[in-house]
């Protein structure tokens, strides 16, 4: 296989308009309040075990 159709078949596979990406139910605010929450709660659990400084 050469370089020239490996990049052709990457090209028509990423064009396809069939395929929109992620997951329906999935919504991004959810997401990435959800990813909020949890780097806050790792950062209160690590200044919570880091009482020295």
């Known amino acids: 296989m050469s370089l020239h159709s490996t990049a052709q078949s990457l090209v028509s596979l990423a ?5 929109e990406g992620g997951h329906a139910s999935l919504s991004p605010f959810v997401t990435g309040g959800g990813a909020l929450f949890v780097l806050l709660l ?12």
């Open 15 to 19: 064009a396809d308009p069939g395929h």
């Open 42 to 53: 790792l950062l209160w659990i690590t200044t919570r075990f880091n009482r020295d400084r």
